[in-house]
């Protein structure tokens, strides 16, 4: 479940640990550090620790799809209740680069350290993109049956997608940017590649 941007089936304490583990791994890798670390930055003791996360594993696969959970349940939600091609594609837009803004290191994480996971794991958090990339898929489907935009081939898609997916590299969070800002110079991008100019 989900209320506002944050799903309600991880505790707060729960997700401190997953901010500040994923800022440590973002910031060092996965690899180097230790899950005392982990407790150390979280002000936690290894039992209090271990009491909401079962292994260091299982955090770096927490903080790996929770984002995009978040990212699917709210493109969902842009799907039922936005019905034109120019305002999902703008809803879309301001979704990501809020949760962009918001879960930064989870996002450097995820495209750094997804080797890191075990195959099971691994093959959850591509398919979960792979769920997210449908609903932009279904988006440009629907629109080039309203007559909105052109056909969008997968690979348009997923190009498109990658412009937003990787902006973690460079957007600076907290800089003159706002996210609603890049946002919308994102939508411009998408409208104009895909969109289908109508007669008068």
Request: proline letters at 0%.
């Amino acid at each position: 479940m989900q209320t506002g941007n944050q799903r309600t089936d991880i505790s707060k304490a729960k997700r401190d640990i997953m901010q500040k583990a994923a800022d440590l791994f973002a910031e060092r890798g996965f690899g180097s550090v230790g899950i005392s670390e982990v407790g150390e930055v979280a002000g936690l003791g290894k039992g209090a620790l271990y009491y909401h996360i079962n292994s260091k594993e299982e955090l770096l696969y927490s903080i790996m799809t929770d984002y995009i959970i978040q990212l699917i349940a709210a493109g969902h939600g842009i799907l039922e209740t936005k019905k034109d091609t120019r305002s999902r594609i703008n809803a879309l837009s301001e979704s990501f680069m809020a949760t962009m803004f918001q879960s930064r290191a989870a996002m450097t994480v995820c495209f750094r350290e997804v080797h890191s996971l075990g195959a099971e794991k691994r093959e959850t958090v591509l398919s979960l993109h792979g769920d997210y990339q449908t609903i932009w898929e279904q988006v440009f489907e629907e629109g080039a049956q309203s007559g909105d935009c052109r056909d969008v081939s997968r690979l348009e898609t997923k190009a498109l997608l990658g412009m937003y997916f990787y902006s973690f590299l460079w957007v600076r969070v907290g800089g003159r940017l706002s996210s609603k800002k890049i946002a919308r110079d994102f939508s411009n991008i998408v409208l104009a590649a895909v969109m289908v100019d109508r007669p008068a």
